[in-house]
T-cell receptor, first 114, second 112 residues
Framework: AQSVTQLDSQVPVFEEAPVELRCNYS??????LFWYVQYPNQGLQLLLK??????LVESINGFEAEFNKSQTSFHLRKPSVHISDTAEYFC????????????FGKGTKLTVNP | SQTIHQWPATLVQPVGSPLSLECTVE??????LYWYRQAAGRGLQLLFY??????ISSEVPQNLSASRPQDRQFILSSKKLLLSDSGFYLC???????????FGSGTRLTVV
């Protein structure tokens, strides 16, 4: 069975600073990896995903994540954050073959301060 | 395009009352459907998933049940709510492994 660990429950940063949200996973099989973002009182939105190919994946709003198989990590980064990036971010993993079920981490609340 | 509808957005119910939350998907056929609960500080807990009409798998024992009467309809129910059923309930769908889920906007349930 897979598991996901998001090492930081809360990350406060100042506007225009860089940020990294950490995600490590555990699985005995090959996986797909996802990052979701949740704004207050809303559902989750897919931010980016790694399926195969280049280990660096990017979102349209400047976030990127790098799949590191040897370290079983999929950390999310942004070089310069905005106030509007304040949200909760969830890392998730699913098996490549078999169940479509996603296993989520407990989330990291990113707060961007002016 | 595919859309997912979830209602109501908020709900306040007394302990012991019944519950029915509905989720419908448009623009796709034979989706996998999921119910998650989100409690503060506990992340997302998968409650039920369904791969077809009438096929329901329960992930955790609890006071809730789910049904899928139609291909694109997923219902979460309870006969008698408990205080511990309070939380943010999210419905989601997927059609293909590796493409992740699309989530509904959620229902904030407060049991009083």
């Amino acid at each position: 069975a897979q598991s996901v660990t998001q090492l930081d429950s809360q990350v406060p940063v100042f506007e225009e600073a860089p940020v990294e949200l950490r995600c490590n996973y555990s699985s005995s099989v090959s996986v797909y990896l996802f990052w979701y973002v949740q704004y207050p009182n809303q559902g989750l939105q897919l931010l980016l995903k790694y399926l195969s190919g280049s280990t660096l994946v990017e979102s349209i709003n400047g976030f990127e994540a790098e799949f590191n198989k040897s370290q079983t990590s999929f950390h999310l980064r942004k070089p310069s954050v905005h106030i509007s990036d304040t949200a909760e971010y969830f890392c998730a993993v699913s098996e490549r073959a078999g169940s479509e079920k996603l296993v989520f981490g407990k989330g990291t609340k990113l707060t961007v301060n002016p | 395009s595919q859309t997912i509808h979830q209602w109501p957005a908020t709900l306040v119910q007394p302990v012991g009352s019944p519950l029915s939350l509905e989720c419908t998907v448009e623009g796709t056929s034979n989706p996998n459907l999921y119910w998650y609960r989100q409690a503060a500080g506990r992340g997302l807990q998968l409650l039920f998933y369904s791969v077809g009409i009438g096929q329901i798998s329960s992930e955790v024992p609890q006071n809730l049940s789910a049904s899928r009467p139609q291909d694109r309809q997923f219902i979460l129910s309870s006969k008698k709510l408990l205080l511990s059923d309070s939380g943010f309930y999210l419905c989601a769908w997927s059609v293909q492994t590796g493409y992740g889920y699309t989530f509904g906007s959620g229902t904030r349930l407060t049991v009083v």
